[in-house]
T-cell receptor, first 114, second 114 residues
């Protein structure tokens, strides 16, 4: 079953507006990450927030984590056309054999209109 | 420049014709993995390797092989490709002590099996 699921699946806003994407997960985590993927390209790591953190900033990005609700949000302020991409959350999980792995959600497709 | 490279970037082949997708990283990372990305299914891990000569199955290993003879290289082998292996493939690497921390992704290989 999916560990991380993003909401909404697609988001279209005007340049300059703020964009908010949400991620929900099912089991307890050690950390949660957000990645960006430009169309057909590799994923690029944006930010990592650990389970004992509630908020983290990086430039125009703000990530919050609510472990009681098992959810996270990614806020992009003052959006630009270059922010057009898909955004994925990834959470750590444990395999049946005990090894760790990352589980990615299906992503939010963000379009910034000029 | 720290990076993960993949080759080829695009490949069209026919059913049953063996192929290899190469992956190389220059960051001295112990952990490397392969993912496939399909619409509606997100990123799914195929195989991973914790270090040289240590490989393990991910979530969707059927039809794939890997090898890890050198730390920097982690090729993905399709012995007898089938159309259901048409997908976008990504190689990723990270430090082994941070398996579920920041992943560095390659640019992707778009494979079409006819």
């Amino acid at each position: 079953s999916q560990q991380g699921e993003e909401d909404p699946q697609a988001l279209s806003i005007q340049e300059g507006e703020n964009a908010t994407m949400n991620c929900s997960y099912k089991t307890s985590i050690n950390n949660l990450q957000w990645y960006r993927q430009n169309s057909g390209r590799g994923l690029v790591h944006l930010i990592l927030i650990r389970s004992n953190e509630r908020e983290k900033h990086s430039g125009r990005l703000r990530v919050t984590l609510d472990t009681s609700k098992k959810s996270s949000s990614l806020l992009i302020t003052a959006s630009r056309a270059a922010d057009t991409a898909s955004y994925f959350c990834a959470t750590d999980a444990v395999r049946i054999q005990g090894a760790q792995k990352l589980v990615f959600g299906q992503g939010t497709r963000l379009t910034i209109n000029p | 420049e720290a990076q993960v490279t993949q080759n080829p970037r695009y490949l069209i082949t026919v059913t049953g014709k063996k192929l290899t997708v190469t992956c190389s990283q220059n960051m001295n990372h112990e952990y490397m993995s392969w993912y496939r990305q399909d619409p509606g299914l997100g990123l799914r891990q195929i195989y991973y390797s914790m270090n040289v000569e240590v490989t393990d199955k991910g979530d969707v290993p059927e039809g794939y092989k890997v090898s890890r003879k050198e730390k920097r290289n982690f090729p993905l082998i399709l012995e007898s490709p089938s159309p259901n292996q048409t997908s976008l493939y990504f190689c990723a690497s990270s430090l082994v002590r941070q398996v579920t921390d920041t992943q560095y992704f390659g640019p992707g290989t778009r494979l079409t099996v006819l």
